[in-house]
């Protein structure tokens, strides 16, 4: 589905982004993923995807950091040669209640989430508009979307990528790249790993489908955005949430 094809994943090593790693590179597409500072996870995909007989490397990079995030890039371009598809991952949570929350909490999470993604969307679009079929998909999540106590942060993060996904869209669409934004619900990962267990009961009644999401459920979608059955589509925001916000 993806063979040719070279993707950059931000937040590759864990999580959505290493399930989205291996479902790529499992579909033919050289894959560069980022990670922040857990090089044994980033060493783990990559040994995991070069199995699949494609390229793979990872970068250690602060996404939200710009011009750390252009040098990162350039090298990716130097080494993969083209860019195709950017999967923008990578994301952080420090939840508290508004009356409470701290200057520092709510910049990080708004710099990882949100500048992260403008830094990397900024920096590789010059290679992803020289793709037949360029692909930009950033991980919101419906927080964004529907709001959530505790995370007035996180929630203005994932809308704030919404806004960047739609004008990317606009900005791109005559370049040929589409970019789309998905919006998971609760999905099984180190992010959720320490909720307490009566929120995540709590959320399991909450789901129609009556459980959390699995990390591949969410890479499937990515995969299907990035390939060629999805080039009329551009500029949406598709939840993966069983049913939650339905
Ligand atoms: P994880 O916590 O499991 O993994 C996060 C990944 O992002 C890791 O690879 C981590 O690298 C990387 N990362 C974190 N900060 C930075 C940074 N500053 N620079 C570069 N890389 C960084 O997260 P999930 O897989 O759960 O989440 C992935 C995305 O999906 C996030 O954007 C999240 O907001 C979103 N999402 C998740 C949901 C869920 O229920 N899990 C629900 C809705 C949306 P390292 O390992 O080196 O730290």
């Known amino acids: 589905?993806?063979?040719g094809k070279?993707?950059?994943i931000t937040g590759g090593s864990r999580g959505i982004g290493r399930a989205t790693a291996l479902i790529f590179a499992k579909n033919g597409a050289d894959v560069a993923v980022i990670f922040s500072g857990n090089e044994a996870a980033a060493g783990e995909v990559v040994s995991a995807m070069e199995k699949f007989g494609v390229k793979a490397k990872a970068y250690q990079c602060d996404v939200s950091d710009f011009s750390q995030a252009k040098n990162i890039c350039a090298?990716?371009?130097k080494e993969f040669g083209k860019i195709d598809i950017l999967v923008n991952n990578a994301g952080i949570t420090k939840d508290g209640l508004l009356l409470a929350m701290s200057e520092a909490d709510f910049d990080s999470v708004i710099n990882v989430n949100v500048k992260g993604a403008f830094n990397f969307t900024r920096h590789l679009s010059r290679y992803i508009m020289k793709s037949p079929a360029g692909r930009i998909i950033n991980i919101s999540s419906v927080s964004g979307i529907a709001g959530n106590v505790g995370q007035a942060n996180y929630s203005a993060s994932k809308a704030a990528l919404i806004g960047l996904t739609k004008t990317t869209a606009k900005e791109l669409a005559s370049r040929n790249v589409t970019c789309n934004a998905i919006a998971p619900g609760f999905i099984e990962t180190d992010m959720t790993a320490s909720l307490p267990d009566e929120i995540l009961e709590?959320?399991?009644?909450?789901v129609p489908l009556k459980r959390m999401g699995k990390p591949e459920e969410v890479a499937a979608l990515a995969l299907f955005l990035a390939?060629?059955?999805a080039a009329y589509i551009t500029g949406e925001v598709i939840k993966a949430d069983g049913g939650m916000y339905a």
Not at 202 to 206: G, I, L
Request: charged share 30%; hydrophobic share 55%.
């Open 75 to 77: 090298e990716i371009f």
């Open 6 to 8: 070279t993707a950059v």
């Open 227 to 229: 390939s060629d059955a």
């Open 1 to 3: 589905m993806l063979k």
């Open 202 to 206: 709590k959320v399991k009644t909450a």
